[in-house]
Each structure stands twice: as structure tokens, then as C-alpha cells.
């Protein structure tokens, strides 16, 4: 068994490190702490939080991959031979889904199969019936079993929150408990308790269940949508949050520049991104993503595997989507950086002689803080939303990587279907539409409270 | 004489918390009456609860408004509209931002006709232009089709007073209608306002900050502090025998009596500014050619001497603050010199500019923008110490340092580790001035310090500064508009008018006994209170 470091896997890690850094580096200026606190007192943010949170803890589980030493050559101890398949944590947490691949399309919950097949039985009679499915278990009472599965995730969800409780109460437990009972802490603390109870009893519930049946039904070739929406995770919030990776140095850098320095420099970089801006966006996306995939397939010897091979086109996606995603941002900073650099405090500084760094890093850049994060915020649920449209059309991720475009794409012709196959959509689109909406309320809540203008 | 308005026990509060506490006033007809207070008071509040335009947040908890025997808090909305703009219109501070950009300024008083009056369209034209030649624009004809950016500011304010008076109110409510304005262009504003008033037997509610002002212009006066109203007077008892204790001190503050130290004249000169000029190119066209200049600063000679102070004065857009960002190096110089200790330091690289940044400082007009909010206030003040190598070096000595700086500008020590946000204009002006101080400079350009500032924190600084030039004998070049504290403050001072410098001297020489025409003509325009100790006041006849 080796670890296998795939290049989005180590920009993710790359990125959780740095979030990391930042967060120790704020929490050391209590201005800061103070906002981040005022955006945590409301409920729905907080709750929006914890829901993206759990959908971070998928992608980064998704995010570790192993490749496991093929058994048959276990003898051998010169050459280990590791099998052609890269399984991820969450692979090996879901592998019994993996495993259970029925035939065809089935219901979610279903002991049949969907459609009617040709079976000629014992008597040679041809006939039309629903083939049961293999990996159900047909004489189960499903209702007692979810009874037992939930009471299981609410004791878990229970002692979570105790725990957290005793953490944050210390010893005057019950006064904290009733405070929080009845709502009255500074932080909603009682909304993120449910939102978490709420999360992992659902969770938990799916989890059990899906020995047993299958939860969101199978698809076309009998792989199980529960599988697929899961791993489609990963693509979603890596593309969110990576693209806005590549983006973000490249907005502030020219944004900060072309506002303070002026002059040609200004001048290179307003027609840098008038340019870039005019060019339609999926064109260019379109066009660099064909041509990527031309070379990918003129050089088959670049990847050991299949997921190699996805996961650079999935990194390509995400660096174009970044170079054509920065202008608005730029512009952005470009123009409140000339308004910040004609403010006093930064003629103070020049007349102190300060150093233009050190004008930018102390007077410039953390009075951008709050546009930037606001911007990637926002951006997020755009680019979650842009990776859907561009994989429907055709332009996205590889068609073998789990995303919520290419189930969208898929679901295109069995929304046609009589009678309709609805689930592979219903999924992706639930999926989405939480992790989006969740974003965007997070979003809004920042917005609120870091935009200075909202403060009269 | 009849009674328009009548205000009683009049309270309005946001929360639980009280803005307006009982305030009760009349304004009778044909009168001007004054309501006088510092930032805060509520002064704007009580327009605003006249003309029931309070926001949302903000509700009336008792007390009633008259107009004429009717109460305004029983009106419904409808009939409120009628009464705003035809029995009760207002005039803004800003008026840059009460025009609509979009429309012609003749449209927009046409439309507050046609809305109350209801005339034919010729008549309305016929009557914009009449009220345009009663605010005495020029060419009212021509002037109707253009647009707010091509009037000034003095001439958008007229449009505004037209706006008001087009359907003939019975009271005007004019919420420091010149503040924004310059000293020459204010008097002939409020001249305007005096005309129109004794004109129509107009009644007018004048907001104001500016004692001068009251004493020119108001029959009675109210004063106004944390919401209450202290004191009520005819003006001239008001000036003449103030009951309360704060307006006597607001008052003796605007009065400014300070007296300023005669130094004798025969020390070095620290600052020898030759024939200044700077330049800025107009650029036009693709390739960015330049067509022409903007004559910011055009040849201007002056001197400051070791712990003396020289003020210019001059309207906005003379070319006063330019000098200053000249002296500093901060924008580049198209002629002349400018000599430190007589080292030219226009000819100087950045480098060598670094031992004099030390010496040359500058305080700033607007204490809100001119520090860092992200910035504690220690990290604002070390900032130049750090950078210009003056002081402690060791984290701990540096506070200490900063600590005794903001004991020396009269502030707490522990105010160190605080935000600029948690901080009043006269607190942030303070913590500018000890940032200037952290370097020890020999000279401080000070770019209209107080005008940003209350009557009463005003004198406070000044003050200060006055104490700190005994204590350091440190220079100053103080830009200001405002004549009424150059003799407090200055040795000598210099006028400008469009980037050059019509009349310079010592104080006593220019204020008593003005040469050129532009400096007779601020010193007229500007208003004055009355000596109290005469006990002679204004009679309120232009």
C-alpha cells in the first residue's frame, strides 16, 4: 500500500494548510476575531457553515488516495506490483456500494429492477418481469431498520454535542446547558446543535441503509447514485475553491499594482483584462480544454491510470477557469485600491518614507481584506454552478470522473424516458443545491458584516 | 405676529434611547429662527421630525407638532405630502448631492411646481425663470436646460433656494445650507437667504453650527445639546447676556480668545519655499498627449522661521494644499525651490530625502480618514518610527515612548492597544498630531487641522498646538480656510487666490489694515460675532 499524492489532491492540501496559517495569524488580532464573530452570532450563517464543513470533510476525505500492492505478486519482494486502481478513504468507507452494482436502472429503495426484462423460466415460458436486484435484502422490514439506524445517530450526534458542551462550559455545565437550551448564548450555539444532530442522523441513516438497499436507486449500468454523488462532491468543492486559489494572487497582484503604481503599468493591465473579459468565457474554456484533451490523448503513456488521467484534466479545468475568472475581481481591487491610496493615512505613510510594500502590505491590502473575501465567497456557488453547465455541455471534467455535471448530462436522456428515470437528477440537483445555497447564505451573512458601508 | 410652527415637548428616540428629549420651540411669522449646536445634538433630527421624514428605526415617543393649528402627527401620509414642499420646504448642506445629476436644474424646479401648483406648461417655465432671476442666477433663460455639474457649488445652491421657494412655503427649513461653501460664496448665499426672507415675510428655520453665522443672521436662537434644547433667547440678549453655562463656554470657544505669543522675528528661516510652481498636465486622446496645465501652485515665495508659524489662507481650490504635498515631496515640483535648513530638497534622492522626512511632518483635515482603521493606534504611531529609525528600538521602549506621546496630546496611555473607530474627531485629530510628534519634526504642515472639527474641540486643539510649539518650538505651516483663527494661531500669514499669493505679512499688518482687493473682500465676507464686552450687536440689516 503507498500513498498516491494526485496534483488537485495537493493543492487541496496545500490549501487547508495555508487556510490553517491564516486562521492562526487572524485569530491574533482581535479586530478580526471580533468581525468573525459578529458573522458567526447569526443563526444561518453558523448553520451554513456547519453544512459546508461537512461537505469540506467529504472532499478532503476524497482527497487521500491509496493504491493498494497487488496480492498476487505478494512473493516477490523486489518488485511490489500495485493494482491499476487508486482508491481514495472514501472509496474504502463506500466500497460495499462500489461493490453492489446491479444491471440496470433501479428505484431508490427498490428490490426490482426498473424496466421489465426477457426471462425464459424452468417451464421455457418467455416472459416480461421486474428481475429482482442482487444486492437488496429482500426480507427486511425497512421501516424498524431506519427506527434503529436513526436512534443510533441521534445517541452519536448526542454525545458530539455533549462533549462539545462540557468543552465549552467547563465546570458550571448546567448553567451553560440551560443558556443554550433556551437559546440565549452570544453564539446560536443551539442552531449549530441541531444543524449538526440534523447532519449526522441523516448521515448515519444513509450510510446504514445503503448495505442493505439503494438509497438514490442505480443507473444506467447499475452503479449506485449515492456513490456517485458523494465522490461528486470532491469535484464540486475542489473547483470552488481551487480555481479560487489560482485566481486569487493574480486579482490582487494586478488589481493592487495597476491602482497604486498607475501610469503604463495600469494602463498593460486595464488592457490585459478588457481583453480577457471580452472573449466569451465558455469559448475559451471550450477551446483550451479540446486542446488539452487532444495532447492527453496523443501522449496515452503520461498516466499509469484512469484517475491520473481525470485528475490533470480536472486540474486544467480549474487553472482556465481561474485565468478567465480574475478580471472582475481585478477591476475590483484596481478601483478601491486608487481610492484607498488617496486616502490620508497612506500620504501619512509616504511622508514617513515608508516603502511601497510595506504601504501595500499594511495600509493597502488589509483594507482589500473584505472585498476579497466577499468576492470568493460569492464566487464559490458560481463556480460549483459553472463546473454543472460545463460538463453538460461537454466541455467539463472527464466523462469517467464523478461530477454533478456529468450525472446532469447523463440524466438528459432518462429524463426522456417512459416512464422517467428521475433519480441520477433529483441527487446531483439536491446536492447542489445545498452546498449552493448554503454557500450563498454564508455569503451574505460576510457581505453584511464586513461591508463597511452596511455599518451606518 | 402670528405663529407658523409650534414644537412641544417633543421627544424621539431610537430603542430606548432618547435623541430629542422634550424639546419645545415656536417660530413665528417672518423670523429667522436659529437652532445652534455641535455635531450630534439634534439639531437635524428636529428638521426631520418637522418634515416627518424620520427613518424608519427612529420613533416619536411624545409630544406635537403645529403648523398652523394643525397637528402634523395626525395627517395622514397624502395630505403630509402636500404640506412638504408647499407649507414646509427644506435646503441641504450638500448641495452637490440634493440635484439630480440627470435633469436639467430647470426641470427640477419645474417639477415641485407642477406637482403643487398645477399650472400649464408655459407657466411653469415663466415662473422657473422668475424664481431663478429672485435667486439671482445669471441669464435665467440660458441656464434653465443645463445640467448641476456645469453651476458651482454657491450656484446649485441658489438652484436649491429656488427648489424651496417655488411653491411659496410659509417656513424653510435650511439645514446648514453653507457649510459646504467658501467664505465669499457664503456670505452671498446668506445675503440671499436675508433678502428672500424680508422679501416674502418668509419664516425660516436656520441649522447652524457657526455662532457667527447665528449672530448675522437669526432674530431669536435656540441652543441645542444632547437632544435638549438649554437655552432660548432674542439674539441679541442671547449675545449679549447668555443665561446657561455651555453656551457661555460655546461662545467664549467660538470667540477663540487665545492669545498668541509674540515671538520676535529676528530668528533663522527653516523654510525657504522660491518660486514654487507646480503643474498638472491635462492629458487628452488615445496617446495620452498633453494639451495643457493646470496652474495648481504658480510661482509662490515664502519663508517660516525656527518655532514660528506662517498660515496660508485661501478658498478651495487655491493651490494651499498643494504647497504642502510640495514641501513633503509627495508630488513632483515643475519649478522653483524648495530650501530646508537650506538644503534644496527637490534636488535630493529618495534616499537622502529620508533625514528630512524626519523633520517635515503633516497633520491632516479629516481625522477619520487619516488613520488606518485596520490599525491599532500604537502600531498607527510606531509606524514612522520604525521606518525613519527615530526612537526606542526595542518593542517595550517604543511603547513606553508612545505612551508618554499620547500623555503630551492630552490623551490616556492605555489607549495604545485601541482602534481608531473607538475614537471622537477631536480624539483622532489628537492621536495625529502625537503621530507627527513621534519623529520629532522641526516643521509640521498642518492641512486645515480643526475644520473638521466642534466649536468647543476646535479651541481644544489649537490649543494644544500652541502649547506643544512652546514646549518644542517646533514650526508650522498652517493651511487654512478660515480667517477667524489665523490671528490665534499664526505670526504671519499669506493669502492665495488661484495659485498665487496676493498679499503675505505679519498678522496684525494684514488683518487690521488689508492691502489687495481679495483679502479686503474675505475679510468681509467672513462673518463675525459680536464683541460681547461691547455689547453691541449686529442689527441684523445688510
Redesign the interface.
Known amino acids: 500500500m503507498k500513498l498516491v499524492l494526485l496534483w488537485t489532491d495537493m493543492m487541496v492540501w496545500l490549501l487547508v494548510v495555508s487556510l490553517l496559517i491564516w486562521g492562526w495569524v487572524i485569530s491574533r488580532s482581535p479586530q478580526v476575531k471580533k468581525q468573525w464573530h459578529a458573522i458567526f452570532r447569526s443563526g444561518i450563517a453558523m448553520a451554513s457553515a456547519i453544512i459546508l464543513l461537512f461537505y469540506l470533510l467529504f472532499a478532503l476525505l476524497d482527497s487521500v488516495h491509496l493504491r493498494f500492492s497487488s496480492s498476487m505478486q505478494k512473493g516477490q519482494s523486489q518488485h511490489v506490483q500495485y493494482e491499476g486502481e487508486i482508491v481514495s478513504l472514501l472509496d474504502l468507507i463506500l466500497s460495499h456500494n462500489i461493490e453492489s452494482t446491479e444491471r440496470t436502472y433501479s428505484a431508490p429503495f427498490a428490490t426490482h429492477e426498473y424496466t421489465k426484462s426477457i426471462v425464459v423460466d424452468e417451464d421455457g415460458v418467455t416472459r416480461q418481469v421486474h428481475i429482482p436486484l442482487k444486492h437488496v435484502t429482500k426480507n427486511d422490514d425497512m421501516v424498524l431498520r431506519s427506527f434503529r439506524v436513526v436512534g443510533l445517530g441521534v445517541l452519536i450526534s448526542l454525545v458530539l454535542i455533549l462533549c462539545h458542551i462540557v468543552w465549552l462550559g467547563g465546570k458550571n455545565f448546567k448553567g451553560i446547558f440551560k443558556k443554550i437550551w433556551k437559546g440565549k448564548t452570544v453564539l446560536p450555539w443551539r442552531t449549530a446543535y441541531f444543524t449538526v444532530a440534523l447532519l449526522v442522523t441523516g448521515l448515519i441513516w444513509m450510510y446504514c441503509m445503503s448495505f442493505e438497499y439503494h438509497v438514490l436507486g442505480t443507473d444506467k449500468v447499475g452503479g449506485d447514485v449515492l456513490y456517485q454523488s458523494f465522490k461528486s462532491i470532491r469535484t464540486g468543492v475542489l473547483i470552488g475553491i481551487l480555481t479560487t486559489l489560482i485566481m486569487l494572487p493574480v486579482a490582487v497582484i494586478l488589481g493592487v499594482s495597476a491602482g497604486l503604481f498607475g501610469g503604463w503599468v495600469d494602463d498593460v493591465i486595464q488592457y490585459l483584462y478588457t481583453t480577457l473579459s471580452s472573449i466569451p468565457g465558455v469559448l475559451l474554456i471550450a477551446a483550451g480544454v479540446l486542446s488539452m484533451q487532444v495532447m492527453m490523448d496523443n501522449n496515452p503513456t503520461w498516466f499509469e491510470t484512469t484517475l491520473e488521467r481525470a485528475d490533470l484534466r480536472l486540474l486544467f479545468l480549474i487553472i482556465i477557469l481561474g485565468v478567465t475568472s480574475w478580471t472582475g475581481l481585478c477591476r475590483l481591487l484596481r478601483a478601491e485600491t486608487l481610492k484607498i491610496s488617496q486616502i490620508e493615512f497612506v500620504t501619512a505613510a509616504k511622508a514617513f518614507g515608508v516603502g511601497k510594500l510595506t504601504i501595500i502590505r499594511r495600509h493597502i491590502i488589509p483594507n482589500l481584506m473584505h472585498i476579497i473575501l466577499i468576492s470568493v465567497v460569492l464566487d464559490f456557488s458560481g463556480l460549483v454552478l459553472a463546473e454543472a453547465v460545463l460538463s453538460y455541455v461537454g466541455v467539463g471534467v472527464d466523462p469517467t470522473m464523478h461530477s454533478w455535471g456529468n450525472m446532469i448530462n447523463q440524466a438528459r436522456l432518462e429524463m426522456a424516458r417512459e416512464p422517467m428515470v428521475w433519480w441520477s437528477l433529483f441527487s446531483a440537483f439536491v446536492f447542489m443545491f445545498i452546498l449552493v445555497l448554503a454557500a450563498n447564505l454564508f455569503s451574505d451573512r460576510i457581505q453584511t458584516v464586513l461591508e463597511p458601508r452596511n455599518k451606518a | 405676529m402670528s405663529i407658523i410652527l409650534t414644537v412641544t415637548d417633543l421627544s424621539v428616540s431610537i430603542d430606548n434611547d432618547k435623541l430629542l428629549n422634550a424639546i419645545s420651540f415656536e417660530i413665528r411669522q417672518g423670523e429667522i429662527f436659529a437652532l445652534v449646536g455641535e455635531s450630534g445634538s439634534g439639531k437635524s433630527l428636529t428638521s426631520l421630525a418637522i418634515m416627518r421624514l424620520l427613518p424608519d428605526v427612529i420613533s416619536v415617543s411624545s409630544g406635537d407638532i403645529m403648523l398652523k393649528n394643525r397637528s402634523l402627527f395626525t395627517l395622514p401620509e397624502s395630505q403630509m405630502q402636500k404640506i412638504r414642499g408647499k407649507q414646509i420646504a427644506m435646503i441641504f448642506q450638500e448641495p452637490m448631492s440634493a440635484l439630480n445629476p440627470v435633469m436639467t436644474i430647470g426641470e427640477q424646479v419645474a417639477e415641485v411646481i407642477k406637482i403643487h401648483l398645477g399650472l400649464k406648461k408655459e407657466a411653469v417655465k415663466k415662473k422657473v425663470i422668475s424664481l431663478f432671476e429672485e435667486v439671482a442666477l445669471k441669464n435665467p433663460e440660458e441656464r434653465y436646460s443645463w445640467y448641476p455639474h456645469q453651476l458651482s457649488g454657491g450656484q446649485k445652491q441658489r438652484v436649491m433656494i429656488a427648489i424651496a421657494l417655488a411653491c411659496e412655503p410659509d417656513l424653510l427649513i435650511a439645514d446648514e445650507p453653507t457649510t459646504a461653501l467658501d467664505v465669499t460664496i457664503q456670505a452671498q448665499v446668506l445675503t440671499l437667504l436675508k433678502k428672500i426672507q424680508k422679501d416674502r415675510g418668509l419664516s425660516i428655520l436656520f441649522i447652524t453650527h457657526d455662532m457667527a453665522i447665528v449672530a448675522q443672521m437669526a432674530d431669536r436662537v435656540a441652543v441645542m445639546r444632547h437632544g435638549k434644547i438649554l437655552e432660548q433667547a432674542e439674539c441679541k440678549t442671547f449675545f449679549t447676556h447668555p443665561q446657561h453655562p455651555y453656551t457661555q463656554s460655546l461662545l467664549n470657544d467660538a470667540m477663540m480668545k487665545i492669545e498668541k505669543s509674540t515671538t520676535d522675528t529676528e530668528k533663522d528661516a527653516l523654510l525657504e519655499v522660491k518660486e514654487l510652481k507646480v503643474y498638472f498636465p491635462i492629458k487628452k486622446g488615445f496617446l495620452q498627449r498633453t494639451v495643457g496645465y493646470v496652474k495648481a501652485v504658480d510661482g509662490v515665495t515664502f519663508s517660516i522661521k525656527k518655532g514660528q508659524t506662517l498660515a496660508l489662507v485661501g478658498e478651495s481650490g487655491s493651490g494651499k494644499s498643494t504647497i504642502g504635498?510640495a514641501i513633503?515631496s509627495?508630488i513632483p515640483i515643475t519649478q522653483g525651490s524648495v530650501k530646508f535648513e537650506n538644503i534644496d530638497l527637490i534636488r535630493l534622492s529618495?534616499k537622502a530625502?529620508?533625514v528630512y522626512?524626519r523633520k517635515?511632518?503633516?497633520i491632516?483635515?479629516?481625522p477619520f480618514?487619516?488613520?488606518?482603521?485596520?490599525?491599532s493606534i500604537g502600531d498607527?504611531i510606531r509606524?514612522?518610527m520604525i521606518?525613519?529609525g527615530v526612537g526606542p528600538k526595542t518593542r517595550v521602549l517604543q511603547d513606553e515612548y508612545i505612551k508618554t506621546l499620547l500623555l503630551k496630546v492630552e490623551l490616556k496611555a492605555d489607549y495604545v492597544n485601541r482602534?481608531p473607530h473607538e475614537f471622537s474627531g477631536g480624539q483622532r485629530q489628537r492621536i495625529?498630531i502625537a503621530?507627527a510628534l513621534a519623529?520629532e519634526p522641526e516643521l509640521i504642515i498642518c492641512d486645515e487641522p480643526t475644520s473638521a472639527l466642534d466649536v468647543s474641540v476646535r479651541v481644544q486643539v489649537l490649543k494644544l498646538l500652541k502649547k506643544l510649539q512652546e514646549e518644542s518650538g517646533v514650526s508650522y505651516l498652517f493651511i487654512t480656510h478660515d480667517l477667524s483663527i489665523v490671528p490665534i494661531v499664526a505670526d504671519e500669514v499669506a493669502v492665495m487666490k488661484e495659485g498665487k499669493i496676493v498679499e503675505q505679512g505679519l498678522v496684525s499688518d494684514v488683518m487690521q489694515n488689508p492691502q489687495h482687493e481679495y483679502t479686503q473682500k474675505l475679510l468681509l465676507s467672513a462673518p463675525k460675532l459680536p464683541d460681547i464686552n461691547e455689547k453691541e450687536v449686529n442689527d441684523n440689516s445688510i
Open positions: 504635498q513633503l509627495l529618495n530625502l529620508k522626512r517635515i511632518q503633516i491632516f483635515q479629516d480618514s487619516a488613520l488606518n482603521p485596520r490599525m498607527i509606524e514612522g521606518s525613519l482602534y495625529g503621530r519623529v
